[in-house]
Each structure stands twice: as C-alpha cells, then as structure tokens.
C-alpha cells in the first residue's frame, strides 16, 4: 500500500533533499511540499496526506500550528534544527523526530519507523488531538523522555521536581530519572503554578512532595524531598515559599 506524503520545510536545500529521498521510497507517494505555514495548511486541508515530514519553526506560524489544523490524523515525522524542540509532546506524538542535519542512514531508520507505524495503525489518538492538547494553554498533564529506541511516558503528577542540565532538564521520579530536551523555563510555563514551583534558577519543584524545610542562612531553606534528595533554594525561591507558609 502506498502511502501519500506531504513536505512542509522552509529551507530550500532541506526541502529538495526530502522530496529526493522521499521520491526514492516504493511505498510513500509525495503529493506536495510548502515552504510556509499558510501553504502548508492549504496543502494539508485539500489532499489529507497520510504523512507529514515536518518542520517546527517555519515562516507564517508553526508545524504544530499545521498540525493542528488538519481535519484527519496524518502519522507525523518532525524535522528541525533545534533539539530543544524535541520535548514532550512534540517529540512522543510523532512517528519519529529529525534533528537537521541528517544523513540518508537517519532518514531511513525513520522511515522503517514510519512504515511500522502506518502498519499498526488502530485509528487510536488522533494525531490532530494530540496536537491541539500540546498547544493547548493549560498545564501540562504529561510528559515523554526518549531513552535510546524507547519513548517512556511520565505523568506530570508522579514527578518530584525537575532539575536543569544545561539546555535540558532531568526529571525526578520515583523509579529514577529522565532527561527531557526543554529548557527548564520553557518547562515552568506549561507547568500548574499551584503545584510546580521555581526554588532555584535550576530547581523546580512540585509541593506535594516537599518533606520539610530548614533555614539555610542568608535568607534560604534547604528543601529535603520525599525522596530524600536536597536542594537549597535561592533568596527570591525562598521568598515564594514563605508566601505560601503564611
């Protein structure tokens, strides 16, 4: 069965460098490309691909934004230049996620990926959905960390607090640890204010499971969490938390 694939790129090289690949694929029809969102949503809505390869930051509004904006429920492979897009539900709703520049050997892994994805298809969780409830304002109820081939799902609930690791943030449960590819102020926006809090310009943490907390000179606590771990806050942190305690 062939399929029908849609490219939405801004950049030229990587559009032609799709479309080639793609047009050597016996199973994947391309029926269109768009350089811009406008275009892209058009293409969407008139031949409802059954696949999109899909930039995040392209001119006119997002990939997600196209995404969202489809009436069917397309099986998505995101394409971009920046890792730090490959969070949450940006990265889990997608078939796979391509961090430009890839070679031909990456393209193809994500296209075994696609094929075997479009072969168990159940018509289970609309792509659309998932989209909209990732662009949704409200906080986040999920997150997903890729560990090697695997894509592990973390409710947002069972995390302890989330800690900074450069551009990317490791999440705190309590089985271990997972590393998530957002900035942890990114993060913090799509966080439930009433339960994550920033302590630290590198520690957030959720409320609930705070054990206790210790004045720690200059105007800090020292946070002890359940699961025994210890963070100091910073002043303006312990500022926040002395509002609550009142």
Known sequence: MTARAFVVEDEPVARQQLCEWIDDCAWLER???AANAPDAIAGVLELRPEVLFLDVEIPGGTGLEVLAAAPHRPHVVFTTAYDRYAVAAFELEAVDYLLKPFGRERFDAALERLRRDL?????ADPAVLR???ALDAGPLQRLFAREGPRIVPIPVARVIRFEAEGDYVRAFVPEGAHLL????GDLERRLDPAAFMR???????HLEAVRQLREYGDRRFEIEMNDGSKIVSSRAGAQRLRQLIR
């Open 181 to 184: 590819h957002v900035a942890i």
């Open 31 to 33: 029926v269109g490309a």
């Open 131 to 133: 989209a909209r409830a």
């Open 199 to 205: 302590v630290h310009r590198s520690h957030l943490v």
């Open 119 to 123: 072969d168990r298809d159940d018509g």
